[in-house]
Nanobody
Framework: QVQLVESGGGLVQAGGSLRLSCAAS????????MGWFRQTPGKQREFVAA????????YYTDSVKGRFTISRDNAKNTLYLQMNSLKPEDTGVYYC??????????????????WGQGTQVTVSS
């Protein structure tokens, strides 16, 4: 079965950086579009970033543009999210998501079929 395992979350001060990783198994990672989402208590899961199978197309929510970078290493079956200039409003549980489609049709939660269990990111002011 498909497994997505996130790591790299933690507590960081505002202005700091974190790098999230997502190790994927059970699917042909190199043919799969991938994404990152986040969620805070009482709110819906929010799209953060997404990437096509061959890294030729990227999508970001407006609030993270210029600060976050999504990337992937198909040889290692791993997805990354480099987060710089972190703000308290970036706090939440970050989820890795996968789909068997190679291209992103729409950067929304409904497009992705597989989800990791999440990693907590806390940004203190």
């Amino acid at each position: 079965q498909v497994q997505l395992v996130e790591s790299g979350g933690g507590l960081v001060q505002a202005g700091g950086s974190l790098r999230l990783s997502c190790a994927a198994s059970g699917l042909t990672f190199s043919n799969s579009a991938m994404g990152w989402f986040r969620q805070t208590p009482g709110k819906q899961r929010e799209f953060v970033a997404a990437i096509n199978w061959n890294s030729d197309r990227f999508y970001y929510t407006d609030s993270v543009k210029g600060r976050f970078t999504i990337s992937r290493d198909n040889a290692k079956n791993t997805l990354y999210l480099q987060m710089n200039s972190l703000k308290p409003e970036d706090t939440g549980v970050y989820y890795c998501a996968a789909t068997r489609a190679a291209l992103i049709a729409r950067p929304s939660a409904s497009f992705f079929r597989y989800w990791g269990q999440g990693t907590q990111v806390t940004v203190s002011s």
